[in-house]
């Protein structure tokens, strides 16, 4: 074989490996981007934020009752939004109440009784004081059946309740909520308990009423 012949085969064979290579590496970044693409679609199936939230709160055991829950709108994280609505003649069978300023909670109540108001804490009366402009006279005493909510419902976009706030006597209230107001269940259907809290927390409840 010719030295000239030799050479260019030598040549055809260093730019058939660079090929191969070139090819190679285009293949290793594609194969890269796809799994940083499924990776933020599983991401974005699981949270259209595209960010961490905040784990919903645990279920406390002392709350302060607002009043009766009528209806709850909520926006799931697909689909069109959607109404839970509870019967307006029956009002403590689904009882608007709160644990704290952030986080609201609807509680499909069973066998509500009476008990001596000293048994409600003090932060509980300083709650219902500012939700109400009351002081507590009695408490109630429920069972849930359930003691967690970590089920992901969606963003709440309307709440309707009724409330004898500020004057004593039963009025129906609106609330059109702001954005990031997520709702929790303890199960996807037929829940026992809805948990509202806000990502990132913020003040829900005020002498005004709802507010967020």
Known sequence: MKKSDREELERLERAWQDAAKAEHDAIERYNAASKALTV??????????????????????????LGAA?????KPPEGRSFWMHWDRE?????????????????????????????????????LWRLWSGFH???ALSFSVGASSANVYQGTARNIRYRSDKWEGVDHNYEHKCGAGLHVWADKSTDPRILLISADPPRRLLTERGIVG
């Open 40 to 65: 933020y679609l599983l991401k974005f199936r699981a949270n259209p934020c595209g960010t961490q939230r905040n784990p919903a709160p645990a279920i406390p055991s002392e709350v302060a009752f």
């Open 136 to 138: 507590v006279d009695g």
């Open 90 to 126: 029956t009002p403590l069978r689904h009882a608007l109440c709160a644990a704290d300023e952030r986080t609201l909670i609807v509680f499909h109540v069973q066998k509500p009784r009476s008990t001596p108001a000293k048994s409600v804490p003090t932060r509980l009366k300083d």
């Open 70 to 74: 009528l209806e709850l709108q909520i």
